[in-house]
Nanobody, 124 residues
């Protein structure tokens, strides 16, 4: 069983930055792609960013491309999401997910484990 714990969320002004962390336990993340998703109030959960098992490949939703970066430290069993130039529309609960495959997955059904999420609120 894998446990994922997100941290780093909070309240930030538009244009600001936050760095989310996702610490995994119970299993190494080094063989799996990892992802970040988000769910805004009244909306469906959506893919934000993904990273392959080695970290060589990354992919971002168009809405965050150029502003967010994803990285991983397999030795620390941790994945990060650096969010810059935040906008009010980035307000959401952000979830870390443990992928079923070594490559990047863009859909939630290819992720087997999920964290409970961390809330990000961007004020205008």
């Amino acid at each position: 069983q894998v446990q994922l714990v997100e941290s780093g969320g909070g309240l930030v002004q538009a244009g600001g930055s936050l760095r989310l962390s996702c610490a995994a336990s119970g299993r190494t993340i080094s063989s799996s792609g990892m992802g970040w998703f988000r769910q805004a109030p009244g909306k469906e959960r959506e893919f934000v960013a993904g990273i392959s098992k080695t970290g060589i490949s990354t992919y971002f939703a168009d809405s965050v491309k150029g502003r967010f970066t994803i990285s991983r430290d397999n030795a620390k069993n941790t994945v990060y999401l650096q969010m810059n130039s935040l906008k009010p529309e980035d307000t959401a609960v952000y979830y870390c997910a443990f992928g079923r495959y070594p490559s990047i997955s863009y859909v939630d059904y290819e992720y087997d484990y999920w964290g409970k999420g961390t809330l990000v609120v961007v004020s205008s």
